[in-house]
Structure formats: structure tokens, C-alpha cells
Nanobody, 123 residues
Framework: VQLQASGGGLVQAGGSLRLSCAAS????????VTWFRRARGKEREFVAA????????AYGDSVKGRFTISRDNAKNTVYLQMNSLKPEDTAVYYC?????????????????WGQGTLVTVSS
């Protein structure tokens, strides 16, 4: 499975962006998919995760109520809708996929990683 993250860009504080994580190579309908982010000088942070069916999700505390993760398995794509963006949301956002785990910040390892997409929120 190859994962391609896209949709990043420059947005003003309070604005919105939608990121996409598209899979190719094989269907990833059986995978839990997670979004992470890494800001400059900081460690990687769990953002959100979604189960293979879309029926279960998990969010990091800093994005709860502002970000929404969803998926369309027919399109092999997972989305991250980001609203009410803040300057502290500025980071490179990555998607990753794993089988056999529920959505969680504590999954020990991932099977596949996408290359990151940069989100910059200006104040």
C-alpha cells in the first residue's frame, strides 16, 4: 500500500482545510488509518484515527471539537477536515495505516506511512 497525503497549504487562523490520504496498490478498507503531525522542533503528535469501517474514531485532545476524520473506502481515501485552525496547528501532517488495531494514540507500530503535507496557519 502506498499512501499519499495531500491538501495542505497556507490558511489564516480560524480558517479550514481538508486533508486527504489516498491509498494505492491495494485496498486499505481493512486498515485503521491515523493522522499524525509534527511541528518544527517538536515530537510527533497523534491527531486522529479511524477504524476500517469508519464506525470508530479517536482524537487528540488538542483537536477535539475542531477536526473530523472520515473515510470513503470506495475511493480508498481518508479525510481530515480541520476547522477553526490555530497557529499552533502548523505542522507537517502524515497519515499511516495499520491492521488489527482499534483507533488509538497507543498503536505501537504502523504498516504503512505517507509522506507528509505541510499545513501553515498564520495569525
Amino acid at each position: 500500500v502506498q499512501l499519499q497525503a495531500s491538501g495542505g497549504g497556507l490558511v489564516q487562523a480560524g480558517g479550514s482545510l481538508r486533508l486527504s490520504c489516498a491509498a494505492s496498490g491495494r485496498t486499505f478498507g481493512s486498515y485503521t488509518v491515523t493522522w499524525f503531525r509534527r511541528a518544527r522542533g517538536k515530537e510527533r503528535e497523534f491527531v486522529a484515527a479511524i477504524s476500517w469501517s469508519g464506525g470508530s474514531t479517536a482524537y487528540g485532545d488538542s483537536v477535539k471539537g475542531r477536526f473530523t476524520i472520515s473515510r470513503d473506502n470506495a475511493k480508498n481515501t481518508v479525510y481530515l477536515q480541520m476547522n477553526s485552525l490555530k497557529p499552533e496547528d502548523t505542522a507537517v501532517y502524515y497519515c499511516a495505516a495499520v491492521r488489527g488495531y482499534a483507533p488509538s494514540a497507543t498503536v505501537p507500530a504502523y504498516d504503512y506511512w505517507g509522506q507528509g503535507t505541510l499545513v501553515t496557519v498564520s495569525s
